[in-house]
């Protein structure tokens, strides 16, 4: 890629002292993960910027995340939480957008993969909060399981002003070698002009410490084949990546994947979509 100019538009940071990250419990990850140890890795490895996501959903960590982004050059964008099902959901998106570093809220997630109901996302509560979103100009990230898919793809139809951003390509079975049913549910998302998807999290998708870049190569060419290089974004998903393989690693893999592709295409994958889609640098609601 020319000058090496990397967005990394999928990230995580959290302080065990802030609050507890519980799904971290027993994993290498239940310690505390900041920009400062992220930079040196991104930098060497050519990432120039990074959105940051969050993780829990709790209405304090967005405005923490924002402060951070205020106060470093690296991150140049944040997908926080709010409540969708909140009356006040809209008023809860302009207050955010206030508070210091609030320029650079970029987009909203909720852990849908967590919740009991399927049908979560076509909630008319949820609709509404969907559609606020929308209005404030940010896009949506979807963190959902291959069972989810079909929601996702209808939630989307219904909301053709919503930019869909597919966290990890819904989270493939990897593990397990299968394409199917993961295959029709993600072209099914991919058919709407509105969706995008992050080549990110497959590494720790596939068998723990037994996977190659080889078995992840069926889930990205699906992918680019569906989705087309113009709509997807490189994540590393730091430091959840670090499970399986470091940032500079996950870089290098990545690479491997899109490989296929013009210089061009590699450029829009780990750049350009991620200016786009998240509208980096571009004033609020532009």
């Not at 991104?42 to 106060?71: I, K, S």
């Not at 974004?233 to 430091?239: I, M, V």
Request: net charge negative; hydrophobic share 45%.
């Amino acid at each position: 890629m020319t000058g090496h100019r990397i967005i990394d538009a999928h990230h995580h940071v959290w302080d065990l002292t802030a609050r507890p990250q519980p799904w971290t419990d027993g994993t290498p990850l239940a310690r505390s993960f900041s920009v400062d140890d992220l930079e040196p890795e991104a930098r060497a490895a050519g990432v120039t910027a990074t959105v940051v996501v969050q993780t829990v959903c709790v209405p304090e960590e967005t405005p923490e995340l924002l402060a951070l982004a205020d106060g470093r050059e690296l991150i140049a964008g944040v997908v926080g939480w709010t409540d969708l099902t909140a009356p006040a959901v809209a008023d809860a998106l302009a207050a955010l957008r206030e508070l210091p570093g609030g320029e650079r809220l970029v987009g909203i997630r909720h852990q849908v993969q967590e919740e009991p109901d399927p049908e979560w996302l076509l909630r008319p509560d949820v609709r509404r909060g969907l559609l606020a979103v929308a209005e404030a100009g940010l896009a949506y990230d979807l963190v959902v399981k291959p069972h989810q898919l079909r929601t996702a793809a209808v939630a989307a139809a219904r909301l053709p002003g919503l930019t869909f951003v597919l966290d990890h390509l819904g989270k493939p079975p990897v593990v397990d070698g299968a394409l199917d049913p993961w295959v029709a549910h993600l072209r099914r998302l991919a058919a709407l002009p509105n969706t995008v998807a992050k080549l990110s999290g497959l590494v720790t998708e596939a068998a723990p410490g037994r996977w190659r870049t080889e078995d992840l190569a069926p889930y990205a060419d699906t992918a680019l084949d569906a989705f087309g290089p113009q709509r997807l974004l490189f994540g590393s998903d730091w430091p959840v990546c670090t499970l399986e393989a470091g940032y500079g690693e996950v870089v290098r893999i990545t690479r491997h994947l899109v490989n296929g592709l013009s210089a061009g295409e590699r450029d829009a994958v780990f750049r350009h979509n991620a200016v786009r889609v998240y509208r980096l640098g571009a004033p609020p609601g532009a």
